[in-house]
């Protein structure tokens, strides 16, 4: 059994559907990790940027590391059991001095899963902080059913439809600050946005969204995941493969599939669709 979060840790994600900061990485590891995705991302920009942002996990070594670290999955694990799958990965990168930033939504929305009590896990390659645009939450949010989300599609919303709750209580979201290594756990109806980055430096995430129990469906059919711990006695996920290099380009067809599935379900019932 996993001890990575305490018994209040436990109680505070509980109660409020978020718990932070917990240390994952360490820092110089951290450091060095934002090294390799950047190196990469300059060698290979067809395979990482804006809109290459989800599942790089298939591909990149530095983050198929992140996503079987093991304090990480100690963590979840506390939360979710010793079984434990996990769907997908977007990186939000917020570049310095830049308009982007994230409308106030429940990732369960239009994730098509079920039941919607999965959690993302947070990763933090930069420092997170007011300043550069870090994750604000509603806390308590997540005893809420599904509020009403209205697609924006805005320009500089980095979400996929710029969806959005409106008449959020902006004096009501806590600030979840972050250091290189450091992440947040936050459950899948828990009311989340950000604001842009103001500062000179990238502000660089990696959502791993959702970890779940195995026993979690798609409710729009078919879906991949990786399992991550534990076994999987359902069978109701595409088992996908690990990069074998820094980039292995053998995976970029599979994850180009899961890609194009995962926009069939965020898209699903929208009136346009992005590249992302
Ligand atoms: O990175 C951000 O600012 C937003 C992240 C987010 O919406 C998420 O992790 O679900």
């Not at 711990?229 to 074998?244: A, C, L, M, V, W």
Request: some cysteine; glycine content about 6%.
């Amino acid at each position: 059994m996993a001890t990575k979060l305490s018994a209040e840790e436990v109680l505070r994600y509980q109660q409020d559907g978020v718990v932070a900061p917990i240390t994952v990485i360490p820092p110089a590891v951290a450091k060095e990790l934002r090294r390799r995705l950047e190196s990469v991302e300059k060698c290979f920009p067809q395979q990482i940027g804006p809109e290459k942002r989800n599942n790089a996990h298939y591909v990149l070594t530095c983050l198929d590391e992140i996503v079987h670290h093991e304090e990480i999955l100690d963590a979840v694990e506390c939360l979710i059991g010793p079984d434990i799958i996990l769907t997908n990965t977007v990186l939000f990168i917020k570049e310095p001095n830049s308009l982007h930033h994230v409308t106030y939504h429940q990732d369960a929305t239009y994730m098509g899963l079920e039941p919607q009590d999965g959690l993302t896990a947070w990763i933090a390659l930069t420092e997170s902080t007011r300043e550069n645009g870090c994750v604000r939450v509603i806390q308590g949010s997540h005893l809420l059913d599904i509020q009403q989300h209205i697609d924006t599609f805005g320009e500089d919303n980095i979400l996929t439809r710029g969806q959005q709750i409106e008449d959020i209580d902006e004096e009501h979201a806590l600030d979840i600050e972050l250091e290189p290594g450091q992440m947040s756990l936050h459950h899948a109806r828990t009311i989340h946005g950000s604001h842009p980055n103001k500062t000179a430096d990238r502000r660089i995430g990696i959502a791993l969204q959702s970890f779940a129990h195995p026993s979690t469906r798609q409710v729009h059919g078919e879906d991949y995941a990786l399992l991550v711990r534990g076994s999987d006695g359902y069978g109701n996920f595409i088992k996908g493969p690990r990069p074998k290099a820094e980039i292995d380009l053998a995976n970029v067809e599979f994850r180009n599939k899961v890609n194009a599935r995962l926009s069939e379900i965020l898209y699903a019932g929208a009136e346009k669709q992005r590249e992302y």
